[in-house]
């Protein structure tokens, strides 16, 4: 940049006027971008951005360009830039919002966004000007400072209200968190203003992580706030249509659908008295993906869903391949994702050698209902109808049948797996009471469902979850969870009453059971800190850790209940008779870590057992791409893929960089060095232990470590083995390193947080 010329030059501000062009501006905007900030230099931005200036340029452009040019300069010897990038987005927002630098009050952002139409007018009858005043003036602004590019990017493309059709936000990040915690906490009496600034600081100083939904919505006139959907479908015409518009309603609340299609009957099944067949699985399939993909989500996120179906259905064969690139669109549904479920029977067929047979399930509706809720049942029930000769029936060895279905999981990495005993012995419901038929989009939620027979049928029920993390990097102590896990089961605990619901069976679920999914992010960080690997050396300070975050969460729970009342079904709980999640993990975990109780779960025990629980469940292990990307966290329990990971999203691209990476570069456990996923899943399997619901468990394999670049079936097939002796309820994502670098396309977030 060079001053030649520049006093012919003028300047097209925000409200259409001109102004001569104003080098020193330019100067003092980086200035103070990189103030205290090492690593990096204001002339390598004005060098990089090139800007060409031309008579009457715009404003918006010329930091526009600042903003890339800072952000382009993000590397792993200069990862500094990522805050500079950040401040001049924050300053960007700030004179957009304000007209200023400076903030107006909060009342008077209210007010203003309120006439807007963009925040809910609820706000200004529950708090006086006295109190708007007081957390006006608790507001830390400053704290904009610490984010980074990727993270104010995020806020500013999804969090914060805005027009999307001009662009125009109304808000900055710190007004954003204030407003979630003044409407969370908005009718918590006396002490409320104590929780709405504890809460307000433990988000907006990154202890706590909240989901999309609640990130965009809470605020505003929106109320729909739970991430995860799962709806379950019935046999029958009715039924599927109540489906469809049960997705279409929740997708354009922007949430993430679980599908439950494993009851619709098999192709060339018989309809009344045989005269017409029935069409199959795979036309329902299209009615249901088309109605995921009926919404964008107010260019939020895009719609997606999971479709769970048991492994011995008749049309197996045809189901597995459905999202692959062969064949016809005729016999494809490739817009959605798939999750196969397995039991203990299947594995002990394919560790004997034995065969699995497929059968419609019209035919044995007991067999399906045991599949979850009985397994010695399930078994006997299995082995007679494999001897009937006259139900409709077909087998492959067990062999076959997990080789196909790693195959497509492999090549799509789409194809998803839950181990349905898992989910329903180790869980905090009692699975003859309340049974988990299926899980969600992104396979951490295990919740009870009921098929609706029509859309206002309110005998059935349709699962939500909402959802939070806590940030393990943050903590340095297990005694520090009980603050952080008492403030996220209080906030998500109020959302239940908050929201809204568009379809009454979602509204009895969830108001009966009163479901929470808090997870976790930055467990790489948390690890590197410590100079641990994803192996045995991080077993044990994470059974620690994990112990303390299970224990705190569930105490939380029990002591709400005290205060507000034990949910309404709380008998169809584990917790209401005093079993806990460390009472009903696989013992083969003690192989990887000796059990201990560090904490006094029995005086636990008995609080539940007196006075019973606020929510049916409290764990959730999710992934955690954007939250992560806002609070400069790694994501979720995953093992970084790069040092520095570049993500392709709608708005260009972004680079992330992993926390601490000056003084942490070498003591990150990178992904694709990580020779096996084994230690990944013992890791998993201890959390697991400590998780009332599931976690989403993804298994990643570099060609690059096996002969001739290909994994072998026997290695996918051990892990798949090793995971259900580990008691992991979920397999999510299959990764595998292409060797093109880590470019990341645009994910569906809609159930990530």
């Not at 590019?149 to 999804?158: C, D, L, T, V």
């Not at 990097?473 to 929201?499: A, H, S, T, W």
Request: glycine share 6%.
């Amino acid at each position: 940049m060079n001053d030649k010329s520049i006093m012919s030059i003028n300047v097209t501000k925000r409200d259409g006027s001109l102004q001569p062009f104003d080098l020193d501006k330019v100067h003092k905007v980086l200035e103070w971008a990189v103030a205290d900030i090492s690593g990096v230099s204001m002339s390598e931005i004005e060098l990089k951005a090139n800007i060409q200036l031309f008579d009457k340029i715009n404003a918006y452009d010329i930091h526009e360009l600042l903003i890339k040019s800072a952000a382009e300069l993000i590397s792993e010897t200069t990862p500094n830039y990522q805050f500079v990038a950040a401040r001049l987005i924050s300053y960007k927002l700030r004179k957009e919002v304000y007209g200023d630098y400076q903030p107006c009050s909060l009342r008077e952002l209210i007010t203003d966004n309120i006439e807007r139409g963009v925040y809910d007018a609820e706000i200004l009858q529950k708090y006086t000007t006295e109190e708007l005043i007081d957390l006006d003036n608790y507001i830390k602004h400053e704290r904009d400072d610490t984010f980074t590019y990727a993270g104010m990017e995020q806020f500013r493309g999804k969090y914060l209200v805005q027009d999307r059709r001009t662009k125009k936000h109304y808000e900055t990040p710190q007004m954003l968190y204030m407003m979630i915690s003044a409407t969370l906490f908005a009718d918590y009496g006396d002490n409320r203003m104590k929780f709405v600034k504890e809460y307000y600081d433990a988000i907006s100083q990154f202890y706590i992580s909240l989901p999309t939904p609640i990130m965009a919505g809470v605020r505003t006139p929106t109320r729909q706030f739970s991430s995860c959907v799962l709806i379950e479908s019935d046999d029958s015409l009715d039924s599927i249509n109540a489906t469809a518009t049960s997705i279409v309603k929740y997708i354009s609340k922007k949430a993430g659908i679980g599908i439950g299609a494993g009851k619709i009957r098999a192709l060339g099944a018989k309809i009344a008295d045989g005269s017409v067949v029935h069409t199959g699985l795979i036309p329902f399939l299209k009615y249901f993906q088309s109605a995921v993909k009926s919404c964008s989500q107010g260019g939020v996120r895009g719609g997606a869903a999971t479709v769970y179906l048991p492994v011995w259905h008749y049309e197996f064969e045809d189901l597995v391949v459905l999202k692959n690139n062969k064949g016809t669109d005729e016999t494809r549904v490739r817009h959605m994702d798939y999750a196969f479920q397995f039991n203990k029977l299947m594995y002990e067929r394919l560790l004997e050698g034995g065969n699995i047979t497929f059968f419609d399930p019209k035919d044995v509706p007991e067999l399906y209902d045991a599949f979850f809720s009985d397994q010695d049942l399930f078994k006997e029930l299995y082995e007679i109808a494999e001897r009937k000769t006259s139900i409709r029936k077909k087998s492959l060895p067990a062999l076959e049948v997990f080789s196909r279905f790693l195959t497509e999981r492999k090549d799509t990495g789409r194809i998803y797996l839950m181990n349905v005993d898992h989910a329903n012995e180790h869980s905090s419901f009692e699975e003859k009471v309340a049974p988990i038929h299926m899980s969600n989009l992104c396979c951490e939620i295990d919740l009870p469902t009921k098929p609706l027979n029509a859309y206002d049928d309110h005998t059935g029920e349709i699962s939500l979850c909402t959802l939070s993390a806590i940030n393990w990097g943050l903590i340095n102590d297990p005694k520090e969870f009980e603050k952080y896990c008492d403030l996220c089961v209080r906030g998500l605990d109020e959302l239940m009453d908050y929201q809204e619901y568009p379809i009454a069976a979602a509204e009895a679920s969830t108001k009966s059971r009163r479901p929470l999914g808090v997870g976790i992010i930055n467990l790489a960080y948390f690890l590197a800190k410590r100079g641990l690997k994803y192996d045995e050396s991080a077993y044990e300070i994470v059974d620690e850790y994990a112990e303390a975050w299970s224990y705190y969460l569930i105490k939380a729970s029990a002591d709400l209940a005290k205060e507000k009342g034990k949910i309404p079904l709380n008998n169809h709980t584990k917790y209401a008779s005093g079993k806990l999640p460390i009472d009903t993990y696989k013992r083969a975990i003690d192989n990887l870590i000796e059990h201990k109780e560090r904490l006094p779960w029995e005086d636990l025990r008995e609080q539940l057992r007196e006075t019973g629980i606020r929510n049916s469940t409290l764990m959730a292990l999710m992934p955690a791409e954007t939250s992560a990307q806002i609070s400069n966290s790694t994501n979720g329990i995953e093992p970084p893929r790069a040092l520095v990971s570049y993500k392709q999203s709608k708005d260009g691209v972004m680079a992330q960089v992993v926390p601490g990476i000056y003084n942490l570069k070498n003591k990150y456990d990178l992904l694709w060095e990580q020779k096996s996923p084994a230690g990944y899943l013992g890791i998993c399997g201890i959390l697991q232990k400590y998780v009332d619901q599931g976690i989403s468990v993804n298994t990643s394999y570099n060609p690059e470590h096996f002969e001739d670049n290909k994994i072998p079936m026997s290695v996918m097939i051990q892990d798949l083995v090793t995971s259900y002796k580990y008691g992991i309820k979920q397999l999510y994502y299959f990764n595998t390193y292409d060797g093109a670098g880590e470019m990341l396309d645009e994910d569906c977030e809609t159930c990530k947080i």
